[in-house]
């Protein structure tokens, strides 16, 4: 007997929403997507084409759109949600009428919420109580993907049932889906990346080396690591797709927003001009200030975070910015090899030739 053709939703009519929607069809999925906007359904249904988001790409013939949210979910098995982090919470809460415990709900999104400072799939959590909960992260442009270039991202869930049919629905010739049981360290891993995309865009806009970028990515993945260890991720996360990986491609590519929006400062432009100029979401404008907040609130070290809120907040040049960092307090290179506080108590125990006036 045939299989029985698995039933998707899709929330979010944006540029991943539409890529995943594509994705899951071209495996053979029924895929129903919605979004607000009427004209861009009509488009979407008529044409195959996002026009607003993913101009350039030809989405699969069978992904239906509808601005009918009951409708998309209705029998849905699995249920995306692509939509940014500021709206995230009441798109979730319009749904909830409609959606399901048996449902498999998964968050594609990389921010954090303001007030609560909760992570998407927590408010799907709060908003659900639902068991079958997870994430998507990884290196994953969606302009890529539409394009079928080779991608591969996470799946990350405490829920065995999450992780499987994710993989068996979106696993395919140019998507591959790795599994990762550390959902909270996935996810921050999304989010955290997008913080340090806005500062390598702005340093490559500034004509800074390929020396530096390697420094300010590498420093950044130890940033990160830091901060998620301290809200009970795993460390080893971060050396995987959801870690590494989608630092190097949003610290390298201008299809990166945040990336893009760093270089336009970097160009000269203000903030507002540069989040006006990209007409999309770019995360990790609002995830810095939250992230340094909180990481003032629990005590962990950010430099780079804090020195990038201060050139977008406070107009602290980017290049002033920069020579600060680089003489900042001597540290350790790996910290879970050699923690940073033995590092810094052999300095106090050590007397400095230069600043004591001894011969050298
Ligand atoms: N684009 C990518 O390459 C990519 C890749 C991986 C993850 N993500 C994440 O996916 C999330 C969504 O990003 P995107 O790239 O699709 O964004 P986008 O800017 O391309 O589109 C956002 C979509 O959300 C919709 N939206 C915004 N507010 C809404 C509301 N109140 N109600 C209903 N719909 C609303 C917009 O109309 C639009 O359709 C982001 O958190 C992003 O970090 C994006
Ligand atoms: O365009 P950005 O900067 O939101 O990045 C998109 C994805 O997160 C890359 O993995």
Redesign the pocket.
């Known amino acids: 007997m045939a299989e029985q053709q698995i039933k998707v939703a899709v929330l979010g009519g944006g540029s991943?929403g539409t890529a995943l929607s594509s994705i899951a069809a071209d495996n053979g999925a029924q895929v129903r997507q919605w979004m607000r906007d009427a004209a861009l359904v009509e488009q979407i249904n008529r044409e195959h084409r996002n026009g607003r988001y993913l101009p350039d790409y030809a989405m699969n013939e069978a992904v239906h759109a509808s601005t009918d949210m009951q409708a998309v979910l209705e029998g849905a098995e699995l249920v995306l949600i692509a939509i940014p982090s500021k709206a995230f919470r009441q798109v979730v809460q319009s749904a909830r009428q409609w959606l399901r415990p048996e449902q498999i709900l998964v968050s594609t999104t990389?921010g954090i919420e303001s007030d609560s400072f909760m992570l998407m799939s927590q408010v799907l959590e709060q908003e659900t109580g639902f068991a079958h909960i997870g994430v998507i992260?990884?290196?994953?442009?969606?302009s890529e993907i539409a394009d079928k270039q080779l991608t591969a991202t996470v799946v990350a869930s405490a829920d065995a049932q999450t992780r499987t049919r994710v993989q068996q629905v979106l696993s395919c010739g140019y998507f591959r889906v790795y599994a990762s049981s550390d959902r909270h360290g996935v996810e921050l891993g999304?989010a955290l990346?997008?913080i340090y995309?806005i500062a390598a865009g702005m340093a490559a806009a500034l004509g800074m080396g390929e020396n530096t970028r390697s420094m300010l990515m590498t420093r950044a993945l130890a940033e990160m690591s830091r901060f998620a260890v301290a809200q009970g991720a795993n460390p080893m996360t971060f050396l995987g797709l959801a870690g590494v990986g989608?630092l190097i491609?949003?610290c390298s590519s201008s299809?990166?927003?945040?990336?893009?929006v760093g270089y336009a400062m970097g160009e000269g432009r203000t903030l507002e001009q540069a989040v006006e100029a990209l007409g999309?979401?770019?995360?990790?404008v609002n995830t810095v200030k939250l992230v340094c907040a909180k990481a003032a609130e629990i005590g962990v070290y950010m430099p780079l975070a804090e020195g990038l809120e201060r050139v977008l907040f406070q107009g602290v040049p980017a290049k002033q910015m920069a020579s600060g960092l680089m003489t900042g307090e001597q540290s350790s290179d790996v910290e879970f090899v050699l923690p940073r506080a033995e590092v810094q108590k052999a300095h106090r125990t050590t007397p400095d030739s230069q600043t004591t006036g001894d011969p050298q």
């Open positions: 991943f990389k992260a990884g290196p994953n442009l969606a999304g990346k997008n995309a989608d491609v949003t299809l990166s927003r945040n990336y893009r999309q979401v770019a995360e990790g």
